[in-house]
Nanobody, 123 residues
Framework: QVQLAESGGGLVQAGGSLRLSCTAS????????MAWFRQAPGNEREFVAG???????YYTLSVKGRFTISRNHAKNTINLQMNSLTPEDTAVYYC?????????????????WGQGTQVTVSS
């Protein structure tokens, strides 16, 4: 059974940085694409960044140039380095995984999810 566990959320001032991590367990993740989504109160869960098995990445426009997604195959982890944070980045951030070579951007395409970690950016 696939399990995903996020860590690294917290409270930060606008302009600051945070680094989120997601550790995957339960099986080998060869060929899996992984991604970060976020959900702010009253909003739909939205795609933030994704990375496939060979390291190709894709970002939603609002975070491009500020966020960086990376992957460590040996540790079965992905990270999201978030810089120049703004209050609009405040949300619960979720890690997701899907057995596909493509980077998927729709929530419904990911069968595996973590519990989420809160990121709060104060102005």
């Amino acid at each position: 059974q696939v399990q995903l566990a996020e860590s690294g959320g917290g409270l930060v001032q606008a302009g600051g940085s945070l680094r989120l991590s997601c550790t995957a367990s339960g099986r080998a993740f060869n060929g899996y694409a992984m991604a970060w989504f976020r959900q702010a109160p009253g909003n739909e869960r939205e795609f933030v960044a994704g990375i496939n098995w060979i390291g190709s990445t894709y970002y939603t426009l609002s975070v491009k140039g500020r966020f960086t997604i990376s992957r460590n195959h040996a540790k079965n982890t992905i990270n999201l380095q978030m810089n120049s944070l703004t209050p609009e980045d405040t949300a619960v951030y979720y890690c997701a995984a899907a057995e596909t070579p493509e980077i998927l951007t729709e929530r419904r395409e990911y069968p595996h999810w973590g519990q989420g970690t809160q990121v709060t950016v104060s102005s």
